[in-house]
């Protein structure tokens, strides 16, 4: 039996919700952004979109694009809570879920049909689900495929609803432009169009094995995928891989005194939401960008996992002594993997001075929470990060 497959994705997720939380912001070019010298823009409404704005770009190219535009700073927490609400009711209609981001992801309803009607039956009941629950509208595709299921749910943005016959692939693909094809950007389109072809019908009647004779594996690759083909699974993933957080500075930071702070602050953000997601980890990863946007990573793999911020962020200095320290740093980054959800071993009368400090952390860090919880993020701060800015 052909599988069902739906692409299913929150249209302007960010923005969206901006304008959800504030009404007034409805119909508004609503750009969700970092700071205006050194950000970029993290998602745009579709008004805002009218005028070139879109995800990447540098904040300050959108506001010169679009002054009217009403600029707000992302709010990671809300879009994360958000988004597990959505990904509990995709959950209603089947368990093989795959997120592929906060706002997207690819259901197998399959075996859900006989309970839940077709594809599009249960497409439609997500959508008025995610809008009657959430207030959010959301784009999907169904197709028995998932590379065209997501084509489908891009076509029928926003808030739209397309639906592939089964065995359809083939013609549904076929009038389309080769860019739509994924692994086709613009200097393969441009070899390709030296070849004469310009949609992906045209790729999926070569003869089989000619692409791959001038591209290799890729060319393979792109003449199944032409063809309808694309035997991937929905995999599941329910689990967090990793939780992190990472901040863009407002002027280059050099040295390990100055990274000091915002390095803490960051380790205490990422546990205070181990502790309130119940679990712990024991990689830790220090992200660091260069002025000159060069990426690097360092990770370590502490002996028994963690959710406590000071521990993290002791790691994460080590880690910092094995990076340049003398070059200019634009943002800093922590996330802890190798999450575990199993309780803290419980210490007895006869525990080392380690596990006591370790058990009296864990108290500290409970009380600090409750604290965050009821008086905000700024209730109570270490004295390391006196004097220093409040992260944007």
């Known amino acids: 039996m052909p599988r069902t497959i739906l692409h299913c994705d929150l249209d302007a997720f960010y923005a969206s919700v901006e304008a959800l939380d504030d009404p007034s912001l409805r119909g508004r070019p609503v ?6 010298r050194r950000g970029v823009v993290c998602a745009a409404s579709y008004e805002a979109r009218r005028y070139g704005v879109h995800s990447a770009m540098p904040t300050a190219q959108a506001r010169r694009l679009c002054p009217d535009g009403v600029f707000r700073p992302p709010r990671f927490e809300r879009y994360e809570a958000l988004s597990a609400q ?10 093989l879920v795959e997120p592929l981001s906060l706002d997207e992801a690819f259901l197998d309803v399959t075996a859900s049909q006989a309970l839940f009607g077709s594809g ?4 439609r009941g997500i959508k008025t689900a995610v809008r009657g629950e959430c207030g959010l509208t959301i784009s999907a595709g169904v197709a028995d495929v998932k590379f065209a299921a997501k084509i489908a749910s891009d076509l029928g943005k926003p808030d739209g609803l397309v639906e592939v016959p089964p065995g359809g692939v083939p013609e549904f693909l076929a009038p389309l432009p080769l860019k739509r094809l994924w692994g086709v950007g613009p200097v393969t389109e441009r070899e390709l169009a030296g070849l004469g072809l310009q949609t992906i019908g045209d790729l999926a009647r070569q003869p089989r094995g000619a692409l791959a004779q001038l591209l290799g594996a890729h060319g ?19 689990a967090a891989r990793s939780i992190g957080g990472e901040d863009t500075f407002e002027h280059d930071l050099v040295g390990r005194a100055a990274l000091a702070a ?51 962020y002791e790691a994460a200095l080590e880690q910092l002594e094995r990076t340049d320290l003398h070059r200019p740093v634009r943002l800093t980054g922590i996330s802890v993997s190798g999450l575990t959800d199993e309780p803290t071993r419980q210490c007895d009368l ?23 919880a009821r008086f905000g993020d700024e209730a109570v701060v270490p004295a390391d990060l006196t004097g220093h800015p409040r992260r944007r």
Not at 220 to 238: C, I, K, M, S, W
Not at 356 to 363: K, L, T, V
């Open 31 to 36: 750009i969700v952004a970092g700071d205006v």
């Open 86 to 95: 959505v990904m509990g009711i995709f959950h209603r209609y089947t368990p």
């Open 120 to 123: 599009g039956a249960i497409a």
């Open 220 to 238: 393979e690759f792109l003449e199944a995928l032409a063809r309808g083909e694309d035997p991937r699974a929905v995999t599941p993933d329910d």
């Open 262 to 312: 915002p390095i803490l602050a960051q380790s205490r953000r990422v546990a205070q939401r181990l502790r309130a997601a119940g679990l712990a980890g024991r990689t830790i990863t220090l992200k660091i960008k260069y002025a000159d946007f060069e990426l690097c990573t360092r990770r370590c793999t502490l002996p028994r996992a963690t959710d406590d911020g000071r521990a993290i």
């Open 350 to 372: 006869f525990e080392d001075a380690r596990a006591r400090e370790a058990r009296r952390r864990g108290q500290l860090n409970a009380a600090l929470d409750a604290i965050t």
